[in-house]
T-cell receptor, first 114, second 113 residues
Framework: NAGVTQTPKFQVLKTGQSMTLQCAQD?????MYWYRQDPGMGLRLIYY???????DKGEVPNGYNVSRLNKREFSLRLESAAPSQTSVYFC?????????????FGAGSRLTVL | DQQVKQNSPSLSVQEGRISILNCDYT??????FLWYKKYPAEGPTFLIS?????DKNEDGRFTVFLNKSAKHLSLHIVPSQPGDSAVYFC????????????FGQGTRLTINP
C-alpha cells in the first residue's frame, strides 16, 4: 500500500542544470499536485493536474514544467535550476472532491541548487 | 497576499493539557478548511476538516472550531500527547477552486512531558 511515491528523495544540482522529479500514486486518484515547502512560507502550489490530460498553473509556476504521463504519474521538471528553487518538493494526489479536497502527500524530495 | 495565516510559528504545551492552534483567513469564498500534521522527513497527513456551513467538527481528541464572522479557525487537541509533537498546517479551498488548496505557514507544536 504505497500511496504516493516520489523520487529522488535528495538531489543536489548546480545552477543551470536540469532535472525531473518523478511522482506516482496507486490510489486511482484523478487529481495530482506539486507543492514546494519553504521556511516560513508553508506549502505553495506549483502546478496541478485535475485529471489525466490536463495541467494548470498554481501559485508559483515560474521555472517549472509538468507532465501528466498517465493517470498514475505526474512529473515536475526544472529546465535550468536556480538557487531560489532550493526547497522541499511534495507531490500529492486526491479524488475530485464532492466535499473537502483531502490530499495524500508523498514523503518529499529535498532539492539543493548550488 | 497570504490568504491563510498562522501567526504563531511555535507552541509548547505540557503533556495532558489542551493544545490550541490558530489560523486566520482573508478569503470569504473558502468553503472548506482542513488541518494537516507533518512529522520531520515525512509528507503532511490529513487530520480533520470542516465545512463553512458548520462551526464545529470533532474527531476523537481533535476538534476544529470555525468562526466565520471573525474569519478564524482553531484546532483543539485534548489531551495532548508526546506523539502530537509535529508541525500543523491549516489549509482552505473554495468549491470553484477545489484543486487549489491554500496552506498557512505552519505551527510547530511541542508537547513536553
Amino acid at each position: 500500500n504505497a500511496g504516493v511515491t516520489q523520487t529522488p528523495k535528495f538531489q543536489v544540482l548546480k545552477t543551470g542544470q536540469s532535472m525531473t522529479l518523478q511522482c506516482a500514486q496507486d490510489m486511482n486518484h484523478n487529481s495530482m499536485y506539486w507543492y514546494r515547502q519553504d521556511p516560513g512560507m508553508g506549502l505553495r502550489l506549483i502546478y496541478y493536474s485535475a485529471s489525466e490530460g490536463t495541467t494548470d498553473k498554481g501559485e508559483v509556476p515560474n521555472g517549472y514544467n509538468v507532465s501528466r504521463l498517465n493517470k498514475r504519474e505526474f512529473s515536475l521538471r526544472l529546465e535550468s535550476a536556480a538557487p531560489s528553487q532550493t526547497s522541499v518538493y511534495f507531490c500529492a494526489s486526491s479524488q475530485i472532491p464532492s466535499g473537502a479536497n483531502v490530499l495524500t502527500f508523498g514523503a518529499g524530495s529535498r532539492l539543493t541548487v548550488l | 497576499d497570504q490568504q491563510v495565516k498562522q501567526n504563531s510559528p511555535s507552541l509548547s504545551v505540557q503533556e495532558g493539557r489542551i493544545s490550541i492552534l490558530n489560523c486566520d483567513y482573508t478569503n470569504s469564498m473558502f468553503d472548506y478548511f482542513l488541518w494537516y500534521k507533518k512529522y520531520p522527513a515525512e509528507g503532511p497527513t490529513f487530520l480533520i476538516s470542516i465545512s463553512s456551513i458548520k462551526d464545529k467538527n470533532e474527531d476523537g481528541r481533535f476538534t476544529v472550531f470555525l468562526n466565520k464572522s471573525a474569519k478564524h479557525l482553531s484546532l483543539h487537541i485534548v489531551p495532548s500527547q508526546p506523539g502530537d509533537s509535529a508541525v500543523y498546517f491549516c489549509a482552505a479551498s473554495s468549491i470553484q477552486g477545489a484543486q487549489k488548496l491554500v496552506f498557512g505557514q505552519g505551527t510547530r507544536l511541542t508537547i513536553n512531558p
